[in-house]
């Protein structure tokens, strides 16, 4: 295989040296707005165009959803039937430069963990709903679909890497089974959509600084052109940058990113939105740990890095006096783990009325990623002779793809449908790269990229996958009070590839797994009713029918062309079915002045369930993919806010979910009794309150949260404890002050009490009995202030 040189990636130090090109950028790009010429006066149409949505409607059309959703303040969240929106009240709670996902752990039902206080480490975070994973989660981005939330995401992006927090509008949360539209191959239990904001209609900006514990810099500015001519043309962008120490051993976490959208009405009510994403990344990870090493070293335990010499003398079994005589010191002793990626992502919007009842909407998008993640193994040697080398696997997407739908509105019927396609090019290689021995050199700069060349390439994986949606439905609305949704999607995910490098000697391998499965579903049903029999009572049903195409990745990670060999590969195909599931989900909402409500409960047949089994090391993983058989889950969420007080909002909310495997398994002669027990790493009781006050220009808000024990291995001989985590927050406007406007100030503490608790688990795979080097700890107290600003 030809072996490219990696281009390099301008890491942090690289550009606190380098700015003069992005402050020259900046300053011609303020100049050009600045002197742009004089806006006209807003014609009607554009005040229209700039509501939600970006369209306006014929009188008697309007949607379901905009007649009954639920508006509060005292930042509570929007809902309708089983979809709860975010909108900015609740996400401006949060430390800007928060992940969308973190943002989400508000709501109950949701389980976000994380190594890090915002939420923004790829490698240790990880987000739960319902006991179904990220990976088993349906997510978009103004109807962009952004694949599986995975580190090294196969057919997607990171919602953090999509877009800047700060500019999201909303996001569109069903814990049912979202979105029958949803452009999503793993939907299997929950839908996020996330909205973008739209460009301002006047000319102006927003800028904000955020300080905080362990170095923390991360600056955000927002450039809006206003309208720029008689048709409504008008645009934004945006320039995040953040930059700040690992709160335990040593090591940067840097990010920068660029948005920017454009708006052009058309027709009056019809309008053409682009958007463009480009993210650069760079994060030194914290390194696994096991529970014994939790036990025995406390949590401050990390990678070696910079410290390139007690590395190396660890891996010739010359350790620190904390690890001698522990019994896996080498797995304790890895010098570095970095990730480093770069992300393009672009998509163009067509929304258009054909006729007063037909729309149709279009979505066309492309995407692509490369990364490098980088471990310093003890395991293999270099061929110079020293003890340690630099393992890498460079995964690499190129996805291409469009929905379009026709929306037609007939009487008291409203029916839609859609085709969704995409095409997704995946690569993963892991290549082994020579260290220095000590006092010969310095180690590989894994922060900028530069590794050299390869003295082996240990595996190369290549993959492509086409995919196939189309939906139809019938949203039917007899009275003015009552709305049925009647529907089906059809599904088939056709994913061709495998092994196309394999060094024999490192795998024990003569071939690795090449060849090709299809997930297809023909007919997955979905009905939903939504009934407001009172003023203030609301009554909500969902029945669904869900299936998830097969993941990829790369050799021995954890997908069907990751187990060990060519024959094992084919005995799977023959057994091997996709996971689907039924999910059921009433619902009950009571929205009144000083008390809202509401009640869920659910209950989902799981079948087919594909968990990635783990053994050997973390650096030589030995990971494949079983079926565990069904689960059966049962759980309810119920929450309740109370506004006693003029700006006062008092709200909590408990989840309880027992989600439970149906079937012991047996592998390599070995049963493991697995029924019963609860799913790993997600709760079975989550508690959360929010208290929030609002005087004149000032907020406080507390958030307490309570998570219950979570099962490490499958058969619940290992599990971590509950704990208790709270945050608190402050906030004051200043009002303007000459061409500033809106001056505020926000001061928030995450981990008020300073808990230490395990947050992470199973990032490389979950053991089925006993314990393995797959948990990550949770950050201690941490302060971060803000000061931002329009203009």
Known sequence: ???????????????????????????????????????????????????????????????????????????????????????????DQFVPGTSAAKMLSRLPGINFVSDDPLGTDSWGSALYMRGFTQQQLGFALDGIPLGAQDYRPYNGLMSTFAISPDNIAAMDVSQGAGALAMPSTTNLGGAVELRSVDPQMTRGGTVSQTFGSNQTYRTFVRLDTGVLNRSGTRMLVSY??????????????????????????????????????????????????????????????????????????????????????????????????????????????????LTDRLDWNTVLYGHGQRQWQTWTSPYTPSPDG????????????????FTSALDYQLGINRIEGGLWYENDHYISDEFQYPEPLLGQGEPLDAVNGRFGTPFQEN????????????HLQDTIRPTRNLVF????????????????????????????????????????????????????????????????????????????????????????????????????????????????????????????????????????????VINVGGVTMNGLDAALTLTPLRGLAITNSVSYNHAVYDNNITTQGTTYFLKGQQVVNYPRVMYKSNVTYNFHDAQIHFDAAYTSRRNFSYVGDMSVPGFWMASLGAR??????????????DFNVYNLFNSSYVSQMGENGNPLSGDYQSVLVGAPRQYFGTISTRF
Request: hydrophobic share 40%; aromatic share 12%.
């Open 1 to 91: 295989m030809n072996i490219q040189s990696t281009p390099e990636i301008t890491g942090p130090r690289r550009l606190k040296n380098g700015t003069t090109k992005m402050k020259q950028a900046s300053r011609l790009l303020t100049c050009l707005l600045t002197t742009a010429l004089a806006v006209p006066a807003i014609p009607a149409w554009a005040a229209a165009a700039a509501s939600p949505g970006g369209k306006t409607r014929a009188p008697g059309k309007a949607r379901a959803v905009a007649a009954e959703a639920l508006t509060v303040s005292h930042a509570r969240t929007t809902a309708h039937g089983a979809t709860v929106i975010l909108g900015r009240q609740v996400l």
């Open 240 to 353: 995040a940058r953040a930059d700040g120490r690992k709160w335990k051993g040593n090591g940067d976490q840097f990010d920068q990113q660029v948005n920017a959208k454009l708006v052009q009405p058309i027709a009056g009510a019809g309008r053409l939105t682009l958007f463009f994403d480009w993210n650069q990344t760079m994060q030194f990870a914290y390194a696994d740990q096991s529970l014994a090493m939790l036990k025995a070293l406390g949590t401050r335990n990390d990678y070696y890095w910079p410290y390139y010499n007690l590395a190396y003398l660890a891996a010739q079994g010359i350790y620190q006096p904390s690890l001698a005589g522990f019994s896996d010191a080498i797995d304790v002793s890895y010098y570095d783990g970095v990730t480093i990626a770069k992300d393009y992502l672009g998509g163009a919007t067509l929304q258009l009325p």
């Open 386 to 401: 020293a003890p340690l080398s630099e393992q890498v696997i460079e995964p690499r997407t190129q996805r291409y793809g």
């Open 459 to 470: 595996w190369g994986m290549d993959y492509w996958s086409n995919t196939v949606q189309t």
């Open 485 to 624: 949704n009647l529907g089906f999607r059809s599904l088939v995910v056709t994913t061709r590839g495998g092994g196309v490098a394999n060094d024999v000697a490192y795998n024990g391998q003569e071939t690795l797994p090449y060849g090709t499965l299809t997930a297809a579903n023909g007919f997955l049903p979905d009905f939903r009713a939504d009934w407001h029999f009172l003023r203030h009572h609301e009554l909500y049903l969902d029945i669904t029918k869900n299936m998830r195409g097969y993941g990829m990745s790369g050799y021995q990670l954890g997908s069907a062309w990751g187990v060990s060999n060519q024959q094992t590969f084919e005995a799977l195909k023959r057994t091997i079915q996709p996971e689907t599931d039924w999910v059921y989900d009433l619902g009950y909402r009571y929205s009144g002045r000083l008390l809202q409500g509401s009640l869920n409960l659910y209950h989902v047949d799981f079948s087919n369930r594909l968990q990635s089994l783990t053994a050997g090391t973390i650096i030589q993983p030995i990971s494949t």
């Open 732 to 745: 004051y406007r200043f009002g303007d002050y000459r061409f500033l406007k809106n001056i505020t100030v």
